[in-house]
């Protein structure tokens, strides 16, 4: 089972930049499928972007294409989320997640995921 810790949450200004990190622990190996996902306040958890760990093949929600990128580093194994253009509307609490199972696309179903992180905050300020 992979164990997931993510960082570099914070505050930042509208149209600033912010670089979120997962790092992962345990067995990840080329299966594996891992994502970013996010929950704005009062809202429902979303799916953000997603990377096949072996091939580093990407998929990014319509919301955050051409802002967001998503990239992995095997030597470390962590996956990181680079979020440039950072709008208000982006403010949530993003998870890490990861499956063996799942590909980029159907990765967008949350309650396919097997596993997550434990989230971290990002607020956008107008």
């Known amino acids: 089972q992979v164990q997931l810790v993510e960082s570099g949450g914070g505050l930042v200004q509208a149209g600033g930049s912010l670089r979120l990190s997962c790092a992962a622990s345990?067995?990840?190996?080329?299966?594996?499928?891992m994502g970013w996902f996010r929950q704005p306040p009062g809202k429902e958890r979303e799916f953000v972007a997603a990377?096949?760990?072996?091939?580093?093949?990407?998929y990014l929600a319509d919301s955050v294409k051409g802002r967001f990128t998503i990239s992995r580093d095997k030597a470390k194994n962590t996956v990181y989320l680079q979020m440039n253009a950072v709008k208000p509307e982006d403010t949530a609490v993003y998870y890490c997640?990861?499956?063996?199972?799942?590909?980029?696309?159907?990765?967008?179903?949350?309650?396919?995921?097997?596993?997550w992180g434990q989230g971290t905050q990002v607020t956008g300020s107008a």
């Open positions: 990377i096949r760990w072996s091939g580093g093949m990407t």
């Open positions: 997640a990861a499956d063996r199972f799942l590909t980029l696309t159907t990765m967008k179903n949350p309650t396919a995921v097997g596993a």
């Open positions: 345990g067995r990840t190996d080329s299966t594996y499928t």
